[in-house]
């Protein structure tokens, strides 16, 4: 049954993510059926079915609805973790009651879990009550290629809205958080005469809080792809349940010499060591999947039954599955099965090694064939690729699995023995230094690759066959050589793919409430605007490309925050050849004035300056912008940053006709896309660069209907994610959009009449 029980778990995770019509009718007339014929392991599959499916149906119900954006809510709740970022506290809140201030509002009464951010918060330990006033959004994030899908991340952590405190009613501590062996036990490591970095990293290793390492622990962990070594996996509850195995077996041993190796309880002992530890790590969902893993090991290998490995990895997946269905959308779940899958393939059916330079043999192989996979399955869930990662881990693994992990929980067990314990904990200060060395070593001389999301998945395959190539039995040597010869000079062979001489790739990326153009032709890079910069001093520009890109121009329209605070974080991490600003604007670094009349060619595309004037003392920041018309062929496109309708009439009658792409003036608002200029351009196609759930509910219903009556087809990133489009290729106006809305696959207008229905 462990493979059905499995299969009708994952099966339930779907019907309850895509909830065809009809299901709870037709889930309740099969199982009448299999009950009506005493089928009852398949009517329990059924019930397995129906209980993965409603979770996952629950949780979609739970999402905060969009009639309740900008409400005030009266919430009370445990708070989960508490992250410092200064000014800036993140809380992750177990929602216990919500209201909405409105009785007229709709409830929000559902809502399970919250992450929240709190300005200037006051001292807030993880475990207290707390009540407090909040708005809060639906969970999304941004949407652009290649990219981190922050709204995926909140929908498999099961947080169903985002926001933050209020200020005023002042929010208020109803519980002080009760006694947590957990909290305790960082406290007490805190108090060690350790260096900061050994107690971050004793504290992930031992008690899963990942949350304790800092930014550039995880860059480097990212980097070496070495980021499984922090998780509490099977490796660290399966040293403890074997440890509390051993003391318990060799009790036994002593108190019944004769019977010890027919007792049970050692066993039972060994089990509840991994739940204990398990719960100590905070029973987040890797530590609950290494739990949950390490009791099917434990059964199996008692003997009381023996399963086949197949079985056994089928039953963990299920009960995973069962226990909680949200993690089929976590990449963790999928990586640690497939490791575990192929560590079968590897051993299944061969000889156990012999003495300690066979085992030592068996390892060095096992990691070398794990390596491919694991690269395969981290470029699919993270787009990324660690080269340093197959040679790192040879050394990693073993060093942290065989002696930082057990140094670590030997300093925890021997804490009555001062003397003992402060041993273990000095020696895994030195060798987690030396860890370190060796990682940094390794990006220095291999450094993090983002290959282009064209090539993440022909690479993954590629990488995922080499694996299976020399993991599956019975191949002959021939096959396996040849095979990865011919793959691995195709894997080489891949490249990005480069916009061809005469074409030009425009990207309307999805940055909140700002602006960020890319335009890319075959030999020429050029950004308009570079985003915005919140509060918190995120810029979305960060998240967009891996340090060290190249830009030949960056244009920004103006100074204001939305259209120019990424330009720090630009001049930090990538190298651009010039920066162009209106006259009298400060963006913070050393600029060229855009000026109407500049013009220049790059691969066939002309680029021309329509405004500003070279006096511009008279104008606003916004009716200073830089007006960029680019033509490709027989296409165009216009950029008119955030001027109002009065300049827009200044330059109209300069603007080359036809438009097939208008970036709509500023986001959308009323005060640009007057009806002069869009009755005079009628462009085929506009795009907003505008914000999810804003406040300011860009774009304008008058502009969106403006454009409607002149003929547009009208997208908007606040609904479709980033837009690319092609121009200048033969079948014309190619676009993509990232976000693929569903109302947006028919309709009497095709994909052009969506955008309004917001309206």
Known sequence: MAMPLALAALVGVGLGHWVPAALFEGWALCLLFLLGRGQWRAAGLAVAIFFTSSQVLLAKGAVLPDGLLRADLFLTGRIESVEDEGRLSRLMVRVESCRPLDLARLPCDALRRVRLSFFQAPEIQAGERWAMTVRLRPPAGFANPGTFDYGAWLWREGIQATGYVRSEPAAERLETAPMSLRQRALGYLDEQELSPQTRRWLAALTLGAGDRLARDDWDLLNASGTTHLVVISGLHVGLVAAFALLMGRGLARLVMPRRWRMTVWPWWLAGVAAVGYAWLAGLQPPAMRAMIMTLVGLWVASGRHAPGPWQAWWLALGLVVLVDPLSAWRPGLWLSFLAVALLILIWQGRVRPRGLLGWGWGLLRTQVLLAPLMAAAVLLAFARLAPAAPLVNLVAVP?????????????????????????????????????????????????????????????????????????????????????????????????????????????????????????????????????????????????????????????????????????????????????????????????????????????????????????????????????????????????????????????????????????????????????????????????????????????????????????????????????????????????????????????????????????
């Open 399 to 759: 060093l942290v699995s065989t002696v930082l992990v057990p140094l670590g929980l030997l300093g925890w067990l021997l804490t009555p023995v001062p003397l003992l314990g402060t041993l273990c904990w000095w020696l895994f200060e030195r060798i987690t230094q030396l860890l370190v060395g060796l990682l940094e070593l390794a990006v220095d001389n291999l450094p993090l690759w983002w290959p282009s999301p064209e090539q993440v998945v022909p690479l993954a395959l590629m990488l995922g066959l080499v694996a299976l190539l020399w993991s599956l039995p019975g191949l002959v040597r021939a096959l396996r050589v040849g095979a990865t010869l011919l793959l691995i000079p195709a894997m080489l062979g891949l490249s990005t793919p480069v916009p061809e001489p005469g074409t030009l790739r425009i990207r309307v990326q999805d940055v909140g409430q700002g602006q960020l153009i890319e335009l890319r032709s075959a030999s020429y890079r050029l950004l308009y605007d570079t985003g915005p910069r919140f509060a918190s001093g995120f810029a979305p520009l960060s998240s967009l490309w891996p340090a060290g890109q190249y830009f030949d121009d960056v244009m920004v329209s103006h100074d204001d925050l939305d259209h120019a605070g990424g330009v720090t974080v630009l001049d930090e991490r990538h190298t651009v050849g010039r920066f162009l600003a209106p006259p009298g604007e400060s963006i913070g670094v050393p600029v060229d004035s855009c000026l109407r009349g500049q013009a220049w060619q790059r691969d066939g595309v002309s680029y021309r300056v329509l405004w500003p004037p070279e006096e511009t003392a008279e104008l606003s920041s916004n009716d200073r912008s830089c007006v960029l018309e680019v033509t490709v062929g027989n296409d165009r496109l216009l950029i008119t940053g955030d001027v109002g309708r009065e300049i827009e009439r200044l330059f109209l009658l300069d603007v080359e006709l036809p438009v097939t792409l208008l970036v709509a003036g500023h986001h959308g608002s009323r005060s640009s896309s007057g009806p002069q200029l869009v009755q005079a351009l009628a462009p085929q196609t506009v795009v907003y660069s505008a914000a999810r759930h804003s406040a300011f509910g860009h774009p304008h219903d008058e502009v969106v209907r403006r454009f409607r009556r002149a003929g547009s087809c009208q997208w908007s990133t606040a609904l479709d994610g980033a837009v690319t489009l092609w121009m200048g290729r033969a079948e014309g106006l190619a676009l993509h959009a990232a976000r693929d809305m569903p109302w947006r696959r028919g309709g009497v207008e095709g994909r052009c009449h969506a955008v309004e229905s917001r309206h």
